[in-house]
């Protein structure tokens, strides 16, 4: 089944020197610059606050006994481990990391020595009687901690080249190297906790320069779920990129040389990041995308509910196989495969009136049930070898929606559509198969703000676009607030050509 882009006959794959670049890594970058900023402010070169002289008691009066296994730790923020790890991950044939490693490991390490000189606090010992030294006193200047800058910067730059059980480890073992600066009695927390921001925006800095893997699984984990799962696979392949911003899509075939379409949700996915989910939360005052935080299980449930729903009403779209979680808490979503190809890989010359009138038929059925796709554009459909549309990609979908969240979805396709056949066809393809008055009323309700990034993109492309519609729709029709003579009734729906047949 082609969703967005059928890899098999399209897929633009990325060149090796290019790494996608996410979002996430300059609200982190962000985010790190104000925890230092304010860390920062906190500092006084004179005296320590209450808090925070009992945050550094906590930690460093824990038993001497644990030092050697401190120490042990404690070097894996040692500048002297970062040739090492670099060198390890070249060994390995990961030579990107290597390169990150080190430019991010030396450059935290140089910010951390420019912020000691501009910050000139000294070290526990030169404010706090009693201090216990575990291991030599260390000199120089104390905030901010150089050891918890390069921990963290390592952390951070290697997270999307690991697993998700593995990014655990290395987060908790910078923050264990963060603890042990308190625990040997040579920083203060404002110390670890600034140096740790440094290391965050360095590594963030790296991934926005350098780019960054997005967690794609790959064609051999995903044969691993299917086979426990009770399917057969003989052969699975990535459908190419770019993928979903949550998940990746595969084709399979079965020993029976039946072939399915596999959606799977990793955990590695860079949008699971916290900071970059709650940025998302507040970007959208707080409302998350329906279906797009949950796990991946439940993403793949609801994906699969949604489906099934839809079918229910009568709308053409794939067979739901399973969905299920698989290892490493992803989630795994299989349907039916539809021959064919997306609506946004036809030529305009193939997208005949017949073909619009059925696919707004569909459309109508889906909002006859109160369902709101929330993505329905020319990449959510996909034309069949009959030159029958089928609906997609319900990952987002919304049942009970409301009217506006309907008048939306309407929109989204009049616009996706418009791009491919021109505004006027759009139109008549949607009165068609919704009657009169159904584009008008969706185009006067939705709002812009409402419409996926994808849509926003064709508007962009063609400015004009979003008002030819409006102003063709209202064309020499009256207002639908009742004033005026009464709008025709609703045009049949155009036949299929399997009820034609």
Request: charged share 20%; net charge positive; glycine share 8%.
């Amino acid at each position: 089944m082609s969703t967005r882009q059928d890899g098999r006959a399209r897929a633009r794959v990325r060149p090796d020197l290019f790494l996608p670049r996410h979002a996430g890594d300059a609200v982190r970058l962000v985010a790190a610059a104000a925890i230092l900023l304010l860390s920062a402010e906190l500092v006084d070169r004179n005296r320590i606050h209450v808090l925070e002289i009992d945050a550094f008691r906590l930690v460093n009066d824990l038993p001497g006994a644990l030092y050697p296994l401190v120490w042990l730790v404690m070097q894996l923020g040692n500048v002297a481990v970062v040739p090492v790890l670099a060198g390890v991950a070249a060994l390995t044939r990961r030579y990107r990391l290597a390169v990150n490693l080190a430019v991010a490991g030396f450059g935290c390490w140089a910010l951390a020595k420019l912020v000691k000189e501009l910050a000139q606090r000294g070290r526990p010992a030169q404010y706090l009687p009693d201090v216990n030294l575990h291991g030599p006193p260390a000199h120089g200047l104390g905030y901010i901690s150089g050891h918890a800058a390069v921990a963290v910067a390592l952390a951070s730059v290697a997270s999307p080249y690991l697993g998700w059980r593995a990014r655990r480890v290395a987060w908790g073992l910078a923050a264990a190297v963060c603890l042990s600066r308190l625990y040997v009695g040579v920083h203060l927390p404002l110390d670890v906790i600034g140096g740790a921001a440094v290391g965050w925006a360095a590594g963030a800095a790296v991934h926005l320069l350098l780019g960054a893997p997005g967690g794609r699984p790959s064609a051999a984990r995903v044969r691993r779920a299917l086979l426990g799962s009770g399917l057969e696979p003989v052969e699975v392949e990535a459908l190419g990129l770019p993928d979903a911003s949550r998940s990746a899509r595969f084709g399979a075939t079965t020993a029976s040389g039946a072939r399915l379409f596999v959606k799977y949700v990793p955990r590695e996915r860079r949008d699971w990041d916290l900071v970059y989910r709650a940025w998302r939360r507040l970007a959208k005052r707080g409302a998350a995308d329906p279906g797009r935080f949950g796990s991946p299980s439940q993403q793949v449930e609801r994906e699969a509910y949604m489906a099934l729903l839809a079918g229910a009403a009568g709308v053409r779209v794939p067979r739901v196989v399973l969905a299920r979680p698989t290892g490493n808490r992803a989630g795994l979503l299989v349907m039916e495969w539809v021959p064919g190809r997306s609506l946004a890989e036809l030529p305009p010359e193939e997208v005949d009136d017949e073909l619009l009138a059925e696919l707004w038929r569909q459309v109508g059925l889906l909002h006859a049930h109160r369902i709101a796709h929330h993505d329905l554009g020319r990449w959510s459909v996909v034309v069949d070898e009959r030159h029958q549309p089928w609906l997609v990609d319900f990952d987002a979908s919304e049942a009970m929606a409301a009217d506006p969240v309907l008048a939306v979805d309407v929109a989204e396709l009049l616009v996706s559509v418009a791009r491919v056949v021109g505004a006027e066809r759009a139109l008549a393809g949607a009165r068609a198969g919704l009657g009169p008055d159904a584009a008008r009323s969706a185009l006067e309700q939705a709002q812009l703000t409402a419409v996926t990034a994808l849509t926003r993109d064709d508007l962009r492309a063609d400015p004009g676009l979003w008002d030819d519609l409006r102003r063709r729709a209202t064309a020499g029709r009256p207002p639908l607030d009742g004033s005026g003579p009464a709008a025709p009734a609703p045009a049949p729906s155009a036949p299929t050509r399997d009820e034609r047949a």
